[in-house]
Nanobody, 123 residues
């Protein structure tokens, strides 16, 4: 599987914004963003399929936006109104299966992963 590469992480104050990117973008299946905080399990927070259907975890709904930038061949996660509890390592992932009912958010379904990019939000 092709290796994914994330970028755009960093440190920001509470209420700030960051935009993460992941390349390359795939034209099959699902792409997703996960995050893993110290001592916690990796959790899917946003997914998008090739029909642009998106899903969000409740913890980020209304603050984060996942999108596909086909011109730049990247997956994007725009994060607004960041909170200290958003502090985590963020990973992008790809699942080649075309889910009829929309993308899953469990890590076990995703075959390709990036190395992660750290996001730190201070209060």
């Amino acid at each position: 599987q092709a290796q994914l590469m994330e970028s755009g992480g960093g440190s920001v104050e509470s209420g700030g914004s960051l935009t993460l990117s992941c390349e390359p973008l795939s034209n099959v299946g699902c792409m997703a963003w996960f995050r893993e905080a110290p001592g916690k399990e990796r959790k899917g927070i946003a997914t998008i399929d090739t029909s642009q259907r998106v899903t969000y975890d409740d913890s980020v709904e209304g603050r984060f936006t996942i999108s596909r930038d086909n011109a730049r061949n990247v997956l994007v996660l725009r994060m607004d109104n960041l909170k200290p509890e958003d502090t985590a390592m963020y990973y992008c992932a790809h699942d080649t299966y075309n889910w009829i009912g929309g993308c899953p958010r469990a890590p076990k379904f995703f075959e390709s992963w990036g190395q992660g990019t750290q996001v730190t939000v201070s209060s």
